[in-house]
């Protein structure tokens, strides 16, 4: 539906400015229960200072969403907002990347969705994206399949939901980082509202129920009960999240996802704007042999290149071997593609400098102890060399572990990177789609004749690693991968030999090698 007349978003978003209100009430009603309805004059400044202000942020939103208009015509997406400053953008329809839909609850209430709207990296930084937020239902379907070009229907589905991935969903450990919020949260509030902890009733009754507990008791409940509090709400976030999932086939040539409980989504991924794959493997999950499942695409910008977006993610986290199943699929390959990937591995001298990175982090930990412990106390000296005792053999196997992770390859028409300790990440890039490469070398590197490259893509994070390998063999898989790109770069050194295939090997103009 192409019109040259500026349209409105729906009255009914209105409503939704109300929501403004809740955390000043929800401060007010929390506090009085804390306090039992008693409040100094400091409570009731703050709580009235937290409560003007959100009026004042809800009155303003409700203005904007007044003053708010869209319009698209056959070239371009245009919206106008603001009443006092107005502002224009405006993106191509030829630019367009991703059309996407969401509703959170209160817009499912009300029949509304949020239609967002992602250009390229090359249209002008303010103008990348546009949200229409307040969008009929029905209307909102129309914009996206409007926008998105050559929409067909929807084929057999790549995935769906498999409630055994659930036992995946404890180990992203996001649950025990948002329990740690929540409890900063609420110890910002007492704060703010100089409430003394030890007046709250329940925080008191805990205090003496952990006072009574024998020292490793004390210790040891609070940690279990933040790590199942943890556990729950990782679960509960993995059902509200993938709830409902569906990956599917839109003609030939797009992908389209579908997700969610409370806050819906809808995904549209052109198959041409794909430039490859990541699976992540934080430590949890690799323990459990799982793994997480992203696209690197145009349209997605940076912020939703990471592995623990959901805008990027195209699997919730599951089993590794489903992970590269579907990493194969989603690409158009083999679904075996992956199976049994093995990489060339990183130089020693790569795993030498990790481990002088470990002793190095160690020693920084250890020296103020040490130091303390000769000018303070000797105490300090027994806890440096019991913390050592630990730190050491973690630090050391952290940095076999970062050695082990690192690896690079050609896989088809594809290179493919693996590099990480925490979260190991293996990137599979369409080598059609490497604009450039970066050769960087600082002087540790160059003393140890390694290297790092970076592939340079219109996709993603922009850049993709390889980290610590060697120069010669580095700069032979770059010549492997994108024949040409480097050839103006490079010249021969007849004295010097690849180890690995015993031919000349290609250096960079400047660059001193010895043999």
Partial sequence: MTTTDWRRLEPRMLATSLTWL???????????????????????ITLGSIGLTFVIVAAAFAVRLLTTRFRIT???????????????????RDRIRSVDVTASPLHRVLGLRAVRISAGAHVEAENRQLTLDGVAHQHAEQLRRQLASGEAASDDALAVLRWRWLRYAPLTVWGVAGVGFVVG????LLDSLRINPAEVGILRATWFALTTLPLWAAIAVP??????????????????????????????????????LLSTRSVWLERHRLRGVQIAEPVPLRWARGGRLNAIATGLGSADDGSTSTKSALLPPAARAEAERMAATVLGEDPDLLAGLRLAPAPRAALRRR???????????EAPLVLLGLLVTDVLLHVAWALGLVLLPVALAAAVDAYR????????RYLVTRYGTYAR?????????????????????????????????AAGQGGYKIRDV??????????????GMLDGFLEPIPEMRSESAGEIAPALPGTRHTA
């Fill in 22 to 44: 809740v955390p000043p009430l929800g401060s007010t009603l929390l506090t009085l229960l804390l306090t039992g309805g008693d409040l100094d004059l400091a409570a009731v």
């Fill in 74 to 92: 056959d070239d371009r997406v245009e919206l106008r907002t603001g009443a006092l400053f107005r502002r224009h953008r405006a993106v191509p």
């Fill in 185 to 188: 949260g609420f110890a910002r």
């Fill in 223 to 260: 940690i279990l009960t933040v790590v199942l509090l943890g556990a729950l709400t990782s679960l509960v976030t993995f059902v509200e999240t993938w709830w409902d999932y569906r990956l599917e086939t839109v003609g030939d040539d797009a992908l389209r996802l579908r997700r969610g």
């Fill in 355 to 365: 481990i002088v990175w470990a002793l190095s982090a160690v020693a920084l930990v």
């Fill in 405 to 412: 992770s690192l690896g690079s390859g050609l896989l088809g």
């Fill in 425 to 457: 990440r293996t990137v599979l890039l369409d080598r059609s789609g490497i604009l450039a490469w970066s050769v960087n070398q600082t002087a540790a590197q160059r003393r140890a004749g390694l290297a790092t490259l970076v592939a340079v893509v």
């Fill in 470 to 483: 060697a120069l010669t063999d580095g700069l032979a898989l770059v010549r492997a991968a994108t024949p």
